[in-house]
């Protein structure tokens, strides 16, 4: 295995919780919707409407 693809991995397990057997499951497009950069700052809730959902959804 490459030293990009074990970096790849190891992003895929340790970061995001995948196991190995569903990292090499993904697509290339699917590998690159979980590692693109967030949404833009302006498009996130701002705290006040987290903590909101979180008083609504306290689960």
């Not at 693809?5 to 895929?12: D, P």
């Not at 497009?29 to 950069?37: G, H, I, K, S, V």
Request: aromatic share 10%; hydrophobic share 60%.
């Amino acid at each position: 295995m490459s030293a990009h693809w074990a970096a790849c991995l190891s992003f895929a397990v340790l970061r995001l919780g995948l196991t190995s057997h569903a990292f090499w499951a993904l697509s290339l497009a699917e590998w690159r919707a979980l590692t693109q950069p967030v949404a833009s700052v302006s498009d996130l809730p701002d705290p006040a409407a987290l903590r909101a959902l979180a008083a609504r959804f306290p689960d």
